[in-house]
Nanobody, 120 residues
Framework: QVQLVESGGGLVQAGGSLRLSCAASGNFFNINAMGWYRQAPGKQREFVSDITFDGSANSAESVKGRFVISRDNAKNTVYLQMNSLKFEDTAVYYC??????????????WGQGTQVTVSS
C-alpha cells in the first residue's frame, strides 16, 4: 500500500514560518509530481505549489515569494517552507503525489492533511 504522511503543521503567529514535510512509503516504481494543496473552512481545496521529479516548480500567486517547495527524490519526500505566514494561510494542508504504483500508469495519492493555523 502506498501512503503519504505529512508532518510539520501547527500554530504560528503571523509573520512566522513553518516547514511541512510529506513522505511517500510503500511499494511503487516512481513518483512524478508532488505538491501541496490546502483547504480553509468553508472553502474548496486549492492548489498551493507543486514540483516535478526533475525539480520544476509552480506556485499559486498568493504564496509566491513566501513559500518554497522542494523535494528529496532519494527520500521520496516533498517539503514546503512557508515564510511570512498570514492569517489567510490558515487551512488544512494536503500533500498530493502522482505515483507509479503499477507498470501501467501513475495514480494520484493524498495525505491525511496537516493543520496550519496562523494567529493574527
Amino acid at each position: 500500500q502506498v501512503q503519504l504522511v505529512e508532518s510539520g503543521g501547527g500554530l504560528v503567529q503571523a509573520g512566522g514560518s513553518l516547514r511541512l514535510s510529506c513522505a511517500a512509503s510503500g511499494n511503487f516504481f516512481n513518483i512524478n509530481a508532488m505538491g501541496w494543496y490546502r483547504q480553509a473552512p468553508g472553502k474548496q481545496r486549492e492548489f498551493v505549489s507543486d514540483i516535478t521529479f526533475d525539480g520544476s516548480a509552480n506556485s499559486a500567486e498568493s504564496v509566491k515569494g513566501r513559500f518554497v517547495i522542494s523535494r528529496d527524490n532519494a527520500k521520496n519526500t516533498v517539503y514546503l517552507q512557508m515564510n511570512s505566514l498570514k492569517f489567510e494561510d490558515t487551512a488544512v494542508y494536503y500533500c498530493g503525489a502522482d505515483i507509479w504504483d503499477s507498470p501501467f500508469g501513475a495514480k494520484r495519492y493524498w495525505g491525511q492533511g496537516t493543520q496550519v493555523t496562523v494567529s493574527s
